[in-house]
């Protein structure tokens, strides 16, 4: 299966902690996004990579939430210090250029303690 | 402010009958609307797409109408087949610079297709 790839599937963890998901993405998409999406919500735009650099941040994310995507290939999205309201589905979506839909994977859920 | 609605969190319709959803968007400044369908545990998957210089696009048993008078999008599935329970996002595009085409998603309708 060649689909976006994310991991973990689950992250539990205490409050204060530090968090990271990977996410690798189609092999020929150069376009990487990521989501966030709490229950009852539809997903939000988090952030947004072209090859490897990161060219646009929401104001969702805050100085706590960095992300990469070193060789332009897989990506990672890492949360400091946790705090409650980030339980979340975190997804992560790549696309090609032009008119193109993006392809989402399953998530990580995370759930803070 | 939600640029995206989708008015109806559920809708509940017969096997072979049609189902409609339907989505509304306030920003004149997307430029693609797209259908997601959910499972429960999974991401979502793309399942239509429509320009926003169109009005109509089918795909088999899913037709797309847009009218940007109205600023109003809905989703025709005929007929309709239980294994199409999920839920179903609208979502908008946005070309926010720096080949940025970020999506902003509705907050879905749960569909139940009865046999």
């Known amino acids: 299966d060649t689909g976006v790839s994310q991991n973990p599937r689950h992250k539990i963890t205490k409050r204060g902690q530090n968090v990271t998901f990977r996410c690798d993405p189609i092999?020929?998409?150069?376009?990487l996004y990521w989501y966030r999406q709490t229950l009852g919500q539809g997903p939000e735009f988090l952030t947004y990579?072209?090859?490897?650099?990161?060219?646009?941040k929401s104001r969702l994310l805050s100085d706590r939430f960095s992300a990469e995507r070193p060789k332009g290939s897989f990506s990672t999205l890492e949360i400091q210090r946790t705090e409650q309201g980030d339980s979340a589905m975190y997804l992560c979506?790549?696309?090609?250029?032009?008119?193109?839909?993006?392809?989402f994977g399953d998530g990580t859920r995370l759930s803070i303690l | 402010d939600q640029q995206v609605k989708q008015n109806s969190p559920s809708l509940s319709v017969q096997e072979g009958r049609i189902s409609i959803l339907n989505c509304d968007y306030t920003?004149?400044?997307?430029?693609?609307f797209l259908w997601y369908k959910k499972y429960p545990a999974e991401g979502p998957t793309f399942l239509i797409s429509?320009?926003?210089?169109?009005d109509k696009n089918e795909d088999g048993r899913f037709t797309v109408f847009l009218n940007k008078s109205a600023k109003h999008l809905s989703l025709h599935i005929v007929p309709s087949q239980p294994g199409d329970s999920a839920v179903y996002f609208c979502?908008?595009?946005?070309?926010?610079?720096?080949?940025?085409?970020?999506?902003?998603f509705g907050k879905g309708t749960l569909l139940t297709v009865n046999p």
């Open positions: 979506a790549s696309s090609s250029a032009g008119d193109q839909p993006q392809h």
């Open positions: 092999s020929e998409h150069n376009r």
């Open positions: 990579f072209q090859n490897e650099a990161q060219l646009e």
């Open positions: 920003n004149s400044m997307f430029d693609y």
């Open positions: 429509i320009s926003s210089i169109k």
């Open positions: 979502a908008a595009r946005l070309y926010s610079g720096g080949s940025n085409y970020k999506l902003t």
